[in-house]
């Protein structure tokens, strides 16, 4: 039920429940996913790919798109990173901090417009939706370390919410474009995924339309929506020519280390045999109880979920390379399923007048969704960053070092002989600039240390060579220690005494970067969702952030691919352009509306 049914409550106080779920569920979701680092100032962001969605953002805020190091040919999250970067002025580790909580809160946030408007759900229901989804594993476990993975499930969630908007004949189609061509800018694979889920809810539309009185032609917007996806599609493959690099590879996956132990660590948080069971019986219940709103809906959920087993199935039995575990967590739908689910028969007693019946179904959503919750939230403070604090404290010692030498200098950093350590740890704790700078040599020091440096000085007679303790230990004796675990063997001595920036943060900061990232979606975003679908305010809010950000994407790589820079004010400037275009759309448009009424009017 959307905040303008004739039925139920009033008016005023229907509007008011709309706008406690969406207060609730973004408190919520914002608790779940920055408490962590509240309650730990000096937690390190978790993940193995964290480091390296850190760096890549770093590298095109300091010097550019076109300095986009790897993954050229998905430049939306540090675009985007980047443009949040200079508008809150955080370092970027509290950026990866903040992130989950930011992306989680905006993806319940577009569930609360997909339940409100797209299914008419109830207020509680659409809020037990989105902290079940949001809050769920599926969701956190994704936030552990796939930053542009978590950014593309919240361009699926509104996508979805605003197929059914427009398979009900009213706007959203150009928003669609929008969501799909930032998605395909984000993680193009999975870009996929999003246009497979229009396509079925279109076809879905065309085979079981869903009768209205007002409309002689149920299946126009169902043909529209269908029109509205490959047109979308189409330029969202072309939108990748604005990429700094085009995709080589369908799937490109390494599998450093031991896949079968990341399987093993990743998938049972899932509890797929439970959720997978749960989302079955919810969706009978929907087919049982839902009426012909809730049940058109189904294929879409049934499809998204099914991408869960599909994943098994792909690894196991076709042996395909696509961890099981990437494709269990964009299966967004079996947590809704499972809500949905347990929400119909409650919906279908209270519709039938059973309150004290309805009141007792209502258990069965207090418990699904707290179930969700528990386990979603266990998964997430239980991951593990995968660079521990005292590491992550000699990096940044050697970026600062880093800071006081001229720009371009080179430094060694001398690894055990035949070892291979990646670069995390760097790639975290430091600049861009200074991590592209560092390069992590395996060195023979059986001839001692002098002849190592020798051979360093014989390539690049201007680098420095420092140990850093977490990666090899200098003789005793050997160097001048300028930081804990930091020892310089080779090099020009600290400019000053070395004083790196803190890692902990305090908890007022990041509650800071977070109030202002996720203002700056909901700003960037509203004029362009009220422009565009012409929802019930309470719908635009739920939907603004996702808009936001996908305008975001775009417009900040377009200036990106012009020139523009996104330090010093470029940022700001990115982000108030896309948003004052997107009030400017929503002026002209109702300009126009009015004079479109004088018109009728006068004739």
Do not use: C
């Not at 229901?125 to 950014?151: E, I, M, P, Q, W």
């Not at 004083?499 to 800071?512: D, G, S, V």
């Not at 009220?530 to 739920?542: K, N, Q, S």
């Amino acid at each position: 039920m959307s905040p303008g049914a004739a039925d139920g409550p009033s008016r005023r106080l229907r509007t008011l429940a709309w706008w406690l779920v969406v207060v609730v569920a973004t408190a919520g979701l914002v608790a779940i996913y920055l408490g962590p680092f509240l309650r730990d100032p000096g937690r390190v962001p978790s993940g193995l790919d964290t480091p390296g969605y850190v760096w890549r953002a770093g590298s095109v805020y300091e010097a550019g798109i076109d300095a986009l190091p790897a993954f050229r040919d998905r430049p939306g999250h540090p675009v985007l990173v980047s443009v949040l970067r200079d508008v809150t002025g955080a370092s970027p580790m509290d950026l990866a901090r903040v992130w989950p909580a930011v992306i989680a809160a905006s993806i319940g946030l577009a569930v609360v417009a997909l339940a409100g408007s797209g299914l008419r759900e109830r207020p509680l229901v659409a809020g037990a939706v989105a902290l079940g989804v949001a809050g769920s594993a599926f969701v956190a476990l994704t936030a552990v370390g796939y930053a542009a993975n978590l950014l593309v499930d919240l361009f699926v969630v509104a996508a979805v919410a605003l197929a059914f908007r427009v398979v009900d004949g009213r706007a959203g189609a150009v928003a669609i474009g929008m969501l799909v061509v930032a998605g395909s800018l984000t993680h193009w694979l999975f870009a996929v995924l999003l246009i497979v889920l229009l396509l079925v809810v279109a076809v879905a539309s065309l085979v079981w339309p869903v009768v209205d009185e007002r409309d002689d032609d149920p299946r126009r917007g169902a043909r529209r929506l269908l029109v509205t996806t490959g047109v979308a599609a189409a330029v969202g493959g072309l939108a990748l020519l604005l990429a700094p690099g085009l995709p080589t590879a369908f799937v490109q996956q390494t599998f450093e280390g031991d896949v079968d132990r990341r399987i093993a660590k990743r998938l049972p948080p899932h509890a797929l045999p439970a959720s997978l069971a749960a989302a079955a019986a919810g969706a009978v219940a929907i087919a049982a109880f839902g009426g012909p709103r809730r049940r058109r809906i189904l294929p879409t959920l049934v499809a998204w979920s099914a991408m869960a087993p599909a994943g098994l199935l792909a690894w196991y039995g076709l042996h395909l390379r696509v961890p099981p575990y990437r494709t269990a967590a964009v299966a967004l739908a079996i947590p809704a399923l499972i809500v949905l689910g347990a929400a119909a028969p409650a919906s279908w007693l209270l519709d039938r007048g059973r309150v004290v019946a309805a009141a007792v179904a209502a258990v069965l959503v207090i418990g699904a969704t707290a179930w969700l919750l528990r386990v979603g939230t266990q998964a997430w403070e239980r991951a593990q960053p995968a660079v521990d604090r005292t590491a992550l404290g000699q990096v940044v010692a050697l970026d600062a070092y880093l800071d006081g030498l001229p720009p371009g200098t080179s430094v060694v950093v001398p690894l055990p002989k035949g070892a291979f350590r990646p670069p995390r740890i760097l790639r975290l704790g430091m600049a861009a600039r200074h991590a592209d700078a560092v390069s992590l040599v395996a060195a023979d020091l059986s001839g001692g240390t002098d002849a190592f440096v020798r051979d360093v000085l014989s390539r690049d007679a201007d680098a420095a060579v420092v140990f850093l303790d977490v990666y090899r230990r200098p003789e005793v004796g050997v160097g001048d220690p300028f930081a804990p675990g930091v020892t310089l063997v080779h090099g020009p001595p600290p400019a000053g005494s070395i004083a790196p920036e803190p890692i902990r943060t305090e908890p007022a900061e990041l509650l800071r970067v977070t109030t202002i990232a996720l203002a700056l979606l909901l700003v960037s975003g509203i004029g362009w969702t009220l422009a565009l679908t012409r929802p019930p305010i309470v719908d635009a809010v739920g939907l603004a952030p996702a808009i936001g950000a996908a305008s975001l994407v775009i417009v900040g790589l377009v200036a990106g691919r012009l020139g523009a820079s996104y330090a010093d004010g470029g940022g700001v400037a990115i982000a108030a352009a896309t948003a004052a275009a997107g009030w400017l759309v929503w002026l002209l448009g109702r300009s126009r509306a009015r004079r479109g009424d004088v018109a009728q009017e006068t004739g």
